[in-house]
């Protein structure tokens, strides 16, 4: 019963990550058609808008962290594997063990001090010093979210590295 359970919470972590790259490409086109609008405005109309610069910074913030762990899942972040792949499989497993523990580690400390900067910006009310003036820890909160869906993918990988280097050859 317990590994239903987990197998279709996989399932839908999964699922949610599918969606990142998509919420970020939506996020990259509407950055794209900003900045038109933009160089439009400004070039022929002699009328700069105000929002375009601050809210596409935003956005430029935000895509990377939303692909993190989608990437991590698919291995494509970059990797120093010319030592690695002359190894064995047991010791591919196992270096892939410590790395993706070291990863999890780094996920958690980003977690808390990215809660911990987004609270004390929600208890002092902090604004960006920007014309929009936007409130700031609820953009800032993806930052935590991210590492936090890195956490969860890199224990899946520990996982996965932990099978390999228990029985390299299945």
Not at 82 to 97: D, F, P, T
Not at 109 to 136: M, N, S
Request: proline residues 4%; charged residues 15%.
């Amino acid at each position: 019963m317990s590994m239903k359970w987990l197998t279709r919470v996989a399932a839908l972590f999964d699922r949610f990550l599918g969606l990142t790259p998509v919420l970020a490409s939506l996020l990259l086109y509407f950055t794209m058609v900003a900045v038109c609008y933009e160089v439009v405005m400004r070039h022929f109309f002699n009328m700069p808008t105000a929002w375009v610069t601050e809210i596409t910074s935003l956005t430029l913030l935000w895509i990377p962290f939303l692909v993190a762990a989608w990437v991590l899942k698919r291995n494509g972040h970059v990797r120093m594997d010319l030592l690695l792949m002359r190894a064995s499989e047991k010791k591919q497993a196992l270096i892939n063990v410590i790395t993706f523990l070291l990863t999890a580690v780094t996920c958690v400390v980003l977690i808390i001090y990215g809660v911990k900067v987004a609270w004390q910006l929600f208890q002092d009310g902090y604004k960006t010093e920007t014309l929009l003036r936007l409130t700031k820890w609820p953009l800032l909160l993806i930052i935590p979210f991210a590492f936090l869906l890195m956490l969860i993918e890199s224990l899946r990988k520990t996982a996965e590295a932990v099978k390999k280097w228990r029985n390299p050859r299945s």
